[in-house]
């Protein structure tokens, strides 16, 4: 899952995938070359959040295709 944040140090855009912050790969910041990584303490925590965020979509999708179906659609 790709995001975005802003660099710790100069606030530039910096993209990044999920799942690479969370096997502990180092980011850093096009303009400024700060690089940083997720405190292995918080990956539970970023685990946790990004298993709410799939079971989310999901249960959207779920939503979507229920609602299509009793629509006609």
């Known amino acids: 899952m790709k995001s975005q944040l802003p660099c710790p140090d100069c606030r ?9 912050l969370l096997s502990g790969t180092a980011f850093s910041c096009p ?8 405190d292995p303490s ?8 990004v298993e709410g965020f799939a079971e989310l979509k999901r249960l959207n999708h779920e939503a979507k295709h ?6 006609g659609g």
């Not at 303009?31 to 997720?38: G, K, M, N, P, Q």
């Not at 229920?66 to 629509?71: E, G, I, Q, R, T």
Request: glycine fraction near 0%; proline fraction near 3%; charged fraction near 15%.
């Open 12 to 20: 530039t855009s910096i993209s990044f995938d999920v799942s690479m």
């Open 42 to 49: 918080s990956k539970p925590q970023l685990s946790k959040a």
């Open 66 to 71: 229920s609602s299509a179906s009793v629509m």
């Open 31 to 38: 303009c400024c070359e700060l690089s940083f990584s997720l």
